[in-house]
């Protein structure tokens, strides 16, 4: 059993910059694949950057070059650091854990544990 919480969202102006952690408790969170995914109002759950037990990266196209997803495993963290934000970006955000293979975990159904989200809101 893993759990996951999230912090470090909050209100931030276009062009600004965040912070979200996803601190998870449980062992084994090495061997663990974590996604970030978004939702905003009235629409889907959205990948946003994932980051396997490897070590690959995969981001969606929307993101890449704003935002960078690491992981300590020494302190079960995971961080998004999200910089040049846009209104767009406004969402509330989950942290998700996999401990299961999937070809590409960019998919929600990949994942077995959910944050409860922060939200991100960015003003223009």
């Known amino acids: 059993q893993v759990q996951l919480v999230e912090s470090g969202g909050g209100l931030v102006q276009a062009g600004g910059s965040l912070r979200l952690s996803c601190a998870a408790s449980g062992r084994s969170f090495s061997n663990f694949a974590i996604g970030w995914f978004r939702q905003a109002p009235g629409k889907g759950r959205e990948f946003v950057a994932t980051?396997?037990?490897?070590?690959?990266?995969s981001y969606v196209n929307s993101v890449k070059g704003r935002f960078t997803i690491s992981r300590d495993n020494a302190k079960n963290m995971v961080y998004l650091q999200m910089n040049s934000l846009k209104p767009e970006d406004t969402a509330v955000y989950y942290c998700?854990?996999?401990?299961?293979?999937?070809?590409?975990?960019?998919?929600?159904?990949?994942?077995?544990?959910w944050g409860q989200g922060t939200q991100v809101t960015v003003s223009s």
């Open positions: 998700a854990a996999a401990n299961r293979y999937s070809p590409g975990y960019i998919y929600s159904t990949s994942y077995d544990y």
């Open positions: 980051i396997r037990s490897g070590g690959s990266i």
